[in-house]
């Protein structure tokens, strides 16, 4: 069965610094791998997605991530960290079954 | 707005109680999804919906039972839940098509069961 990993409950950045949220995953098969991002009292939103092709991959509110197939991982990324970025952070894969399922989530606090 | 409305944004309810959370969605999307969310822990994917026909039913207890009249709407009928059941209950829709689609989510209904 397919599955992810966030290693990190909470990750804490300074604005301006670079941010990286970590993903691992697990899955038989081509991956096909997602980032959402949540708000307070907000549902998931979506920022970017890997399906094939170039390994970084760019996405909403200048985010990207990068897919690296010999480690497993799929990790989100931003340049300049925002306080705005502040967020629930999730990682989710989908396989031929077409579930998506997702990680625990990794709270990102950026402070000015 | 992300197309995908739950209502209502809170409910609290004993446990013998019975109630209803509904979504809707304006997408014209044909799969729809119940997730749970508890803190600290991978969100729980519970029902999915494909073209009205449910299709997964993840050893989701029989207090939690889902419905879905037409693609636009899903209901999850609650019934003698328990404290362990509180947590934010996540509405989502896709185009089912591809493997790349993805998920366009509601606000969720908080629920606490006392």
């Known amino acids: 069965a397919q599955s992810v990993a966030q290693p990190e409950d909470q990750v804490n950045v300074a604005e301006g610094n670079p941010l990286t949220v970590k993903c691992t995953y697990s899955v038989s098969g081509n991956p096909y791998l997602f980032w959402y991002v949540q708000y307070p009292n907000r549902g998931l939103q979506f920022l970017l997605k890997?399906?094939?092709?170039?390994?970084l991959v760019k996405g909403s509110y200048g985010f990207e991530a990068e897919f690296n197939k010999s480690q497993t991982s799929f990790h989100l990324k931003k340049p300049s960290a925002l306080v705005s970025d502040s967020a629930l952070y999730f990682c989710?894969?989908?396989?031929?079954?077409?579930?998506?399922?997702f990680g625990a989530g990794t709270r990102l606090t950026v402070k000015p | 707005e992300t197309g995908v409305t739950q209502t209502p944004r809170h409910l609290v309810m004993g446990m013998t109680n019975k109630k209803s959370l509904k979504c809707e969605q304006h997408l014209g999307h044909n799969a729809m999804y119940w997730y749970k969310q508890s803190a600290k822990k991978p969100l729980e994917l519970m029902f999915v919906?494909?073209?009205?026909?449910?299709?997964e039913n993840n050893s989701v207890p029989s207090r939690f039972s889902p419905e879905c009249p037409n693609s636009s709407h899903l209901f999850l009928h609650l019934h003698t839940l328990q404290p362990e059941d509180s947590a934010l209950y996540l509405c989502a829709s896709s185009q089912v098509g591809g493997l790349h689609e993805k998920l366009f989510f509601g606000s969720g209904t908080q629920l606490s069961v006392l």
């Open positions: 890997y399906i094939t092709g170039d390994n």
């Open positions: 989710a894969v989908r396989d031929r079954s077409n579930d998506m399922r």
């Open positions: 919906y494909n073209f009205k026909e449910q299709t």
